[in-house]
T-cell receptor, first 112, second 112 residues
């Protein structure tokens, strides 16, 4: 079956530091890949997505590139802010009726 | 106008009671979902409906019963609540697997 593996965290960074959250996946076929963000007390929001190999998703300074050869979709940001503190979920969708498989979520804490 | 709205936002109830959570989406999406998020932020799919038809029914106790009166609404009824049912329940909707989900803000259920 499908699976998504990401670091559990928490990841603690100082403001303006570089962020990488690793995500690797196992799936049949050609999945679509996603990063979602959950701020405290809120629901998940779609942060970015990529639907085919070598696509780069980007939003709010975050980027992730769909790497089929390494089955990875690592999330990066060049300079994090305190407001980026949240839980980040990597996810994939390869089946019919859009059943999405989520990773365990990585908590990011950015300190001033 | 909230895209996916859930009610109530908080629900505190005693063991053995029966309760319902309601979800409505105004995005015109065909598919809706219920997810359960535990205290460690792990997300587990429970049910999915496509145009009022049940298409995903994961291993969930029979005490949980979804109902979709139309494609814009998906409700979750829980009988004989147990302490282990305490969690945050998220409703979500989607139209196409390439576009990801839109989540509601969640219902925090506490069983005492």
């Amino acid at each position: 079956g499908n699976s998504v593996t990401q670091m559990e965290g928490p990841v603690t960074l100082s403001e303006e530091a570089f962020l990488t959250i690793n995500c690797t996946y196992t799936a049949t076929g050609y999945p679509s890949l996603f990063w979602y963000v959950q701020y405290p007390g809120e629901g998940l929001q779609l942060l970015l997505k990529a639907t085919k190999a070598d696509d780069k998703g980007s939003n709010k300074g975050f980027e992730a590139t769909y790497r089929k050869e390494t089955t990875s979709f690592h999330l990066e940001k060049g300079s994090v802010q305190v407001s980026d503190s949240a839980v980040y979920f990597c996810a994939l969708n390869s089946g019919g009726y859009q059943k999405v498989t989520f990773g365990i979520g990585t908590k990011l804490q950015v300190i001033p | 106008d909230t895209a996916v709205s859930q009610t109530p936002k908080y629900l505190v109830t005693q063991m053995g009671n029966d309760k319902s959570i309601k979800c409505e989406q105004n995005l015109g999406h065909d598919t809706m979902y219920w997810y359960k998020q535990d205290s460690k932020k792990f997300l587990k799919i429970m049910f999915s409906y496509n145009n009022k038809e049940l298409i995903i029914n994961e291993t969930v106790p029979n005490r949980f019963s979804p109902k979709s009166p139309d494609k814009a609404h998906l409700n979750l009824h829980i009988n004989s609540l147990e302490l282990g049912d305490s969690a945050v329940y998220f409703c979500a909707s989607s139209q196409d697997r390439a576009y990801g989900y839109t989540f509601g803000s969640g219902t925090r259920l506490t069983v005492v």
